[in-house]
């Protein structure tokens, strides 16, 4: 019998059911129940009504896992993951060791995002801000002082000195009307290759007091080396980036050394606060540890004597175990130098590290992509401590979902600190683990310090959502007060700050431009932009601004500048920016600068803009092929002298940009 035919007949067969009711009638229920008169006809189940019968079941399943996958667990949104981190300190070795044993076995799948450098704004050519605005300052001319915050350079000016590391010698100038002349050189390093880039590990930074020249740079750590350990061992061990960094402090009348301080590690930031000097280095000794079965202190020689650190000066908050020291040195530079540090045990480097006169923060991201406790996306740890002449402390932290853009995406305003971020989710596909699909959100967040059970953290209190719209990122941060200006892809985007508990959205206009301007006048009515256009092509724009509206100069107002490598794109203490009466000049080094198509041998180039006319000339310098101009500097005395600085010579210039005066240095 074919398959058909059986089929129509097994469902078209009667099945007859014998009336049961007069066999139980006896003992039944007895209300009168209605039977039907004929025998039921029953068939067998269809295909449709078995699927029917079990969807049901297939949707609570579909539902749970959703729910599985994405955002259970916690409002993530809305609320800070952790805060209330509490400091805590080790007693000896084992207990240290054992914790990262056990945290090596425990740990989720974290990835560390790309650090983005310190003071990182610069690194991305998109951050940018739009040519039609101009209520905002980038960057302003700074000299040294007290109570104030001072980032070191390779470069100094203090009155008529000029102070300058290259990459052997710390060398002090006196100016005299164009003439120079050396007051006192050292050489700190016979090492040739030493290379002093921003993304060299080998540092140079000079700060300047009241009283002292401050002058630290990082070397090879042959301060470890013991029987046991060489010097190969110690990069094999520690990796490529694990350096001794050297602090000078000299006597600035007669340049005695008054103090020296040696602390390990990669050096992330130095950096002059209220005349104190905080230093932030990192140490990852992950292959250290598998190799050599142990844990090593770090090591700090002041004045060459070895500090006496033990395993009960590491501290460390339960929810950040990594295998990496964070140590922050301070050094007090008023009245009797003091010298202190704190050591925490923490996860990875730090990527962006910003601070006010009386706090410091060190941020880092990282991306979770398996960890349950967690949605999968891009987070942001913020640890923040308590500054004092010194002495640091502890004070609280927190973890947020969300980028930490760069230093200018951090504001601390009235006790609240207050982030620009761009919070970004990977929802996995139910039939596909590899199938991530990205959800953004550009928000504010803002975080005030809470004390909750005896122990401090930073918890968000109000927070603006829906800047710009889905997938696009925030490309350019500016707080002012109780405002703040933030551009995304798409959009511009201005803030009022005033009730840190309600952030409102005063205006969102279109406005995809993005162009760094930086002012060329204390009047902010002139302005230039420098941006990277691709393929090491720059442009360089002059803007009038009227009415808080930045237009180009009528004539000549763009250059294109083609260079390998154009050091102020990166560190913006490379941009030399000064205003003498109705005249402002604007300079940055560049390798073999290309001019609007005309091949140069020349490393750097300085525009001379006349403030009252708007017109603008151009000179540009070198110190020779193979000596790369590294900094312009400005002295005014009978007239305005200029003086170009390279790792080999200093030139001085007149007010005309002759030369007056050339030293090997």
Not at 52 to 57: A, D, E, N, W
Not at 350 to 359: A, G, L, Q, V
Not at 435 to 445: A, V
Request: proline share 2%.
């Amino acid at each position: 019998m074919k398959f058909r035919e059986w089929k129509k007949e097994i469902q078209n067969e009667n099945f007859e059911i014998p009336d049961v009711y007069d066999l139980i009638k006896s003992t039944a229920y007895s209300k009168e129940l209605k039977l039907a008169s004929k025998p039921k006809l029953y068939r067998s189940l269809s295909l449709r009504k078995l699927t029917y019968s079990f969807m049901p079941i297939l949707l609570i399943a579909i539902i749970f896992t959703i729910f599985s996958i994405g955002n259970h667990k916690i409002n993530i949104f809305n609320k800070s993951i952790s805060g209330a981190a509490e400091l805590s300190y080790f007693s000896n070795e084992d207990e240290l060791y054992s914790l990262l044993l056990a945290n090596r076995d425990s740990q989720e799948d974290y990835q560390y995002a790309a650090n983005t450098g310190i003071f990182s704004f610069f690194n991305n050519p998109k951050n940018a801000v739009n040519p039609n605005s101009a209520d905002f300052t980038i960057l302003n001319n700074s000299s040294t002082q007290s109570n104030r915050i001072d980032n070191a350079d390779i470069v100094q000016v203090d009155g008529n000195n000029i102070y300058y590391a290259n990459a052997n010698n710390f060398t002090a100038f006196k100016t005299d009307n164009g003439v120079v002349e050396i007051l006192y050189q050292e050489e700190y390093s016979a090492n040739n290759l030493r290379v002093m880039f921003n993304n060299s590990p080998y540092k140079n930074n000079i700060l300047v007091t009241d009283n002292y020249i401050i002058f630290i740079y990082t070397d090879d750590p042959e301060i470890r080396f013991t029987d046991s350990e060489s010097y190969l061992d110690l990069k094999n061990y520690f990796g490529s980036n694990h350096f001794v960094n050297r602090v000078i402090i000299y006597n600035k009348q007669t340049f005695t050394k008054v103090k020296t301080y040696e602390v390990e590690g990669q050096l992330l930031d130095s950096r002059l606060i209220n005349n104190s000097l905080y230093l932030v280095t990192n140490v990852n000794f992950s292959g250290y540890l598998s190799k050599m079965g142990k844990v090593p202190l770090p090591k700090i020689l002041i004045d060459g004597k070895l500090v006496n650190v033990r395993f009960s000066d590491i501290a460390y908050t339960d929810d950040k175990i990594g295998e990496s020291f964070s140590i922050i040195s301070t050094i007090d530079l008023n009245n009797q130098i003091k010298c202190n540090q704190h050591i925490q045990l923490t996860n990875k480097v730090w990527d962006i590290i910003y601070s006010t006169k009386e706090n410091l923060y060190l941020i880092n991201s990282f991306i979770n992509l398996n960890d349950s406790k967690y949605v999968n996306g891009k987070y942001t740890s913020i640890y923040k401590y308590k500054l004092n002449q010194s002495n640091i402390t502890y004070s609280s932290s927190c973890t947020y979902l969300g980028d930490a853009a760069n230093s200018f995406a951090f504001n601390e305003y009235n006790g609240y600190l207050r982030v620009a971020t761009t919070s970004t989710t990977y929802k996995t596909s139910l039939f596909n683990a590899n199938d991530r699909k990205i959800e953004s959100n550009n928000r504010i967040l803002i975080f005030e310090e809470k004390l909750e059970n005896e122990t401090k953290s930073l918890k968000i209190v109000g927070q603006l959502n829906g800047l710009g719209k889905s997938h696009e990122s925030i490309n350019f941060i500016r707080f002012n007060k109780d405002q703040a200006i933030i551009y995304t892809d798409k959009t511009k985007n201005y803030i009022d700050l005033k009730d840190p508990y309600k952030p409102k959205l005063i205006e969102q206009t279109q406005d995809d431009s993005r162009i760094s301007l930086y002012h060329l006048d204390n009047e902010k009515t002139n302005a230039v932009s420098l941006n990277y256009s691709g393929n090491l092509v720059y442009r360089l724009s002059f803007y009038k601004i009227e009415n808080n509206i930045a237009n180009p100069y009528k004539t000549n107002s763009e250059y294109e500048i083609k260079s390998s490598f154009i050091e102020s794109i990166n560190n913006p203490r490379a941009i030399f920016l000064h205003q003498n009466s109705k005249t402002s000049y604007f300079g940055f080094a560049g390798q073999k600068i290309v001019l609007d198509g005309e091949n140069t041998d020349l490393s750097y180039i300085l525009f001379i803009v006349d403030l009252n006319n708007n017109s603008f000339d151009v000179k540009m310098f070198s110190h020779g092929s193979f000596d790369y101009i590294r900094r312009m500097v400005n002295i005014q005395e009978n007239q305005n002298y200029f003086y170009t600085i390279s790792n080999g010579k200093i030139v001085s210039y007149n007010s005309n940009f002759e030369i007056v005066n050339t030293l090997t240095i």
